[in-house]
């Protein structure tokens, strides 16, 4: 990818070389000036006083390790990671069967299934939770769940349909011509096969999953987000900035590393699957063949 | 759906913020997701290394946070007050959207072909030259359908401002039913319904154009 992107220019010469290095300086400069300017401002409003002791020695009562527990315990693992953990393996067998509807050989699933990927798509996830709440009367847990479960059903059979469309079409019809049914071919043949290919969307999807439980916190739901704002709510003013912090840090560091699974697992199948490794710019244009 | 039909003008109103705060946020995100694009590519450092770290960040963070920290963090670490409602959600949205539009500009970029570029750097265009006139022209083909998912899904998370002040769709779905509690599935059925009318020919689109992209190359 980086020497893709050197195309744009040419290796620069001495006048250049000299350009980009002054560029180089004052862009550096520029940023430095501008993180220095806003810790500058910081500090005038006081945001480098003993306010950031409520992360490591507490307050109220309450030691520094009762605070990174509420937020990793009672927030991250039982509220966010929770939803998730119900969430994703009901997506993955609903999303399984979508598939196989789309490609099914009666023309009225097909369109049931079509119809359900186009709806709940474009309709938001938070829609779906106050539905759960108000027309169902579900818990806050489950609401969220439903909201999760029905998008990213939706979004998951809508990846392998892509996925299924960038196979070869020869193995559909070698899968037929032994005699498999249309359903066998394409549990045994079509889906693994697609399954393989869009791991990587499939991962990412789990980033994307994983940021919309933080709606639980509008629908009263207690996740991570909620936890942060019961914190600085019970800490004061104060503490707002150092617990905000550490919640936004606690986001971006778990979502990194599933991002960072997506990507190791796309070197891999790189390496490992000749099918894979040719297909990726077809795939990333979701284009049938 | 009774009772949204009794409360059209407030459903109506609604409709209007949801696409007023869409609209002027995505157009936001689109000038700074472009920027942030180009800062990804440009041949100075500190500029990629910006644009790199910004786009991680607030790509892995959750909209949610986004609010959050725009209502309580932002006074005091950054000095920057915004107002509560319309103001707020079409900042975020900015800032959070314009990352997805930044990404996939610049896969974009990186799927034409290097014999264009070069083909633009022999007869002499400079970087800002090729991008314009060469590459960028080029990519906004492919670009086109992964963008209008993005903007898709941008549309939908204006729902997120329900939570912070802001009177859209999902908020007035919400409101009507505390006040109608026998006619929640009409409301959620009109509300939804609001909700496709814009995206789904948006999402028909955007797979329209994705084959004709594929059968392009």
Redo the contacts between chains.
């Keep these: 990818m980086s020497d893709k992107q050197q195309v744009l220019y040419d290796v620069p010469g001495p006048k250049a070389v000299r350009r980009d290095k002054v560029y180089t300086v004052v862009f550096t400069l520029a940023f430095v000036g501008l993180i220095a300017g806003l810790v500058y401002g910081a500090a005038q409003r006081g945001i480098f006083d003993d306010r950031w002791n409520v992360l490591w020695a507490g307050d109220r009562g309450f030691t520094g390790l009762d605070v990174w527990r509420r937020l990793l315990w009672d927030g991250l693992v039982l509220g966010t990671l929770k939803a998730v953990a119900i969430a994703v393996p009901v997506v993955v067998v609903l999303a399984l069967v979508l598939t196989i509807a789309r490609q099914a050989p009666t023309r009225g699933v097909r369109w049931v299934a079509y119809g359900f990927t186009h709806v709940f798509r474009g309709i938001p996830v938070l829609l779906l939770m106050y539905f759960g709440v108000l027309a169902l009367n579900l818990d806050p847990l489950w609401a969220v769940v439903l909201g999760l479960v029905v998008y990213n059903t939706a979004v998951v059979a809508e990846i392998l349909r892509a996925g299924i469309a960038a196979l070869p079409k020869g193995q559909k019809e070698a899968g037929l011509s032994i005699g498999l049914s249309p359903l066998a071919t394409m549990l045994r043949i079509q889906l693994p096969q697609a399954v393989r290919i869009m791991m990587p969307a499939l991962i990412s999807q789990i980033v994307v999953l994983l940021k919309d439980t933080s709606l639980g916190f509008i629908i009263a739901y207690v996740e991570l987000l909620t936890v942060t704002k019961n914190l600085y709510n019970f800490f004061g003013n104060t503490s707002i900035v150092p617990i905000v912090f550490a919640s936004a840090v606690i986001y971006i560091t778990v979502n990194m590393l599933v991002a960072r699974l997506a990507t190791a697992i796309e070197a891999r199948l790189r390496r490992t699957s000749p099918v894979a490794a040719a297909e990726p710019e077809a795939v990333g244009a979701a284009g049938p063949h | 759906m009774s009772a949204l039909i009794d409360n059209f003008d407030l459903f109506a109103r609604a409709f209007g913020v949801t696409l007023w705060v869409s609209l002027a946020s995505g157009i936001l995100a689109f000038v700074w997701g472009l920027l942030l694009a180009a800062f990804r590519?440009s041949?100075?450092?500190?500029?990629r290394t910006?644009g790199a770290a910004y786009v991680?960040?607030v790509r892995?963070?959750?909209?949610?946070?986004m609010f959050?920290?725009l209502v309580?963090?932002a006074p005091?670490?950054?000095?920057l007050t915004v107002p509560l409602g319309q103001p707020m959600a079409i900042l975020a949205l900015t800032l959070y959207t314009a990352t997805f539009v930044c990404e996939a500009i610049r896969?974009g970029?990186?799927?034409v072909g290097?014999g264009q570029?070069?083909a633009a750097?022999s007869v002499g265009l400079t970087?800002v030259q090729?991008?314009s006139h060469v590459?960028l022209p080029q990519a906004f083909r492919?670009v086109l359908?992964p963008m209008i998912n993005v903007y898709?899904a941008h549309i939908?998370?204006s729902?997120?401002a329900?939570?912070f002040a802001v009177t859209e769709?999902?908020a007035i779905?919400?409101r009507l039913?505390?006040g109608n509690p026998g006619d929640?599935?009409g409301i959620?059925a009109g509300?939804?319904l609001g909700?496709?009318v814009?995206?789904?020919p948006l999402?028909?689109t955007a797979e329209r154009l994705?084959?004709r992209?594929?059968v392009a190359?």
């Design positions: 590519v041949p100075v450092g500190p500029l910006f991680n960040v892995n963070t959750p909209l949610t946070l959050v920290f309580s963090a005091s670490l950054l000095g896969s970029i990186n799927s290097v570029a070069e750097r970087f090729t991008l590459v492919s359908p898709i939908k998370n729902s997120v329900a939570g769709l999902v779905a919400n039913s505390n929640v599935i959620f509300v939804g909700y496709l814009i995206t789904v999402s028909v994705e084959a992209v594929a190359r």
